[in-house]
C-alpha cells in the first residue's frame, strides 16, 4: 500500500511557474513508476509526465518544453516543475504510483492558471 500526498498547487498568473511535489510512503518507492495526471472540469484525467525507475521521462505533447518530471528516492518524493503556465492548464493534479498492475492516486491538488 502507498500513499501519496500531493503539495504545491494554487493560483498563478499565464505565464506564471508553480512547483508540485508529490510525498510517497512506503520504502519501495524506487521501484514505482510515477507519474502527473491532470483533470480538467468536464474533461478526463490525461497523463502530464511519468517518471521511470531508470530515470526515463515522458512528457505529454501540451507541456513538452514548459513542464518537467523529476525524482528524489532519497526523499522519496515526485516533483512537477511548471513553467510558462496557460489559463488552459488549469485543472486538478494527480500523483500516481504503479508497480504490478496496481495502481494507487493521490487526493489531487488544484492548479489555476488566471490574470
Known amino acids: 500500500q502507498v500513499q501519496l500526498v500531493e503539495s504545491g498547487g494554487g493560483l498563478a498568473q499565464p505565464g506564471g511557474s508553480l512547483k508540485l511535489s508529490c510525498a510517497a510512503s512506503?520504502?519501495?518507492?524506487?521501484?514505482?513508476?510515477m507519474a502527473w495526471y491532470r483533470q480538467a472540469p468536464g474533461k478526463q484525467r490525461d497523463l502530464v509526465a511519468q517518471?521511470?525507475?531508470?530515470?526515463?521521462?515522458v512528457h505529454a505533447d501540451s507541456v513538452k518544453g514548459r513542464f518537467t518530471i523529476s525524482r528524489d528516492n532519497a526523499k522519496n518524493t515526485i516533483y512537477l516543475q511548471m513553467n510558462s503556465l496557460k489559463p488552459e492548464d488549469t485543472a486538478i493534479y494527480y500523483c500516481?504510483?504503479?508497480?504490478?498492475?496496481?495502481?494507487?492516486w493521490g487526493q489531487g491538488t488544484q492548479v489555476t492558471v488566471s490574470s
Open positions: 500516481n504510483a504503479a508497480l504490478m498492475g496496481k495502481d494507487y
Open positions: 512506503g520504502s519501495i518507492f524506487s521501484l514505482y513508476v
Open positions: 517518471i521511470h525507475t531508470s530515470g526515463i521521462t
